[in-house]
């Protein structure tokens, strides 16, 4: 299969691409450290897991017209993050089953630099361009004050808790209504 020929969206320091099979060995790389899984549940991680979460990427692409962008910086081809606006189904209901769901995770190395503020901030102004002003959903770890506090910026506020099973922290489920149904 062919590689992209152009990101699909330029910030002033990233560049965010559709999901590519050449994106498998980057996501192993970013989502291996515990530090970075730890708001994602903590679960273990490995080449299967990364190749299924590629997969959902690109088939919230192939089912809906959006999804997670894989994001590298603009000089550079190592995989740093994904962002993005997907289809959720999380099964608890809640808002969260059925609907375009935010999210991102970025490398230890990126946090503090505003990486991930730029490329949701992309992400949504693309998303909210191309499929018009609907309510976009975003669930969060209850002691991630970082990503809370980065939803909060790009307009997402809390409507409901949802208890996250083997931990005393419940998941923040928050949404972004631009003015729309």
Do not use: K
């Amino acid at each position: 299969m062919e590689t992209d020929p152009q990101p699909a969206l330029l910030t002033e320091r990233l560049a965010l691409w559709h999901p590519h099979p050449r994106d498998h060995a980057g996501l192993v790389d970013l989502l291996a450290p515990e530090a970075v899984r730890r708001h994602l549940g903590n679960r273990p991680t490995g080449a299967v897991e990364e190749f299924q979460r590629l997969l959902r990427n690109a088939g919230s692409w192939a089912l809906y017209g959006y999804g997670i962008f894989t994001c590298r910086r603009r000089d550079d081809d190592a995989v740093i993050g994904i962002a993005g606006v997907f289809h959720s189904w999380r099964g608890f209901g809640e808002g969260l089953d059925d609907v375009p769901e935010a999210g991102w995770i970025f490398a230890e190395s990126c946090w503090g630099q505003g990486l991930a503020r730029e490329a949701m901030a992309a992400a949504l102004d693309w998303f909210d361009q191309a499929h018009g002003p609907r309510r976009v959903a975003c669930m969060i770890d209850g002691d991630n004050a970082p990503s809370l506090a980065l939803a909060a910026r790009l307009g997402f506020v809390a409507y409901a808790e949802q208890p996250d099973p083997g931990r005393d922290v419940p998941l923040l489920l928050l949404e972004r209504n631009t003015g729309a149904a």
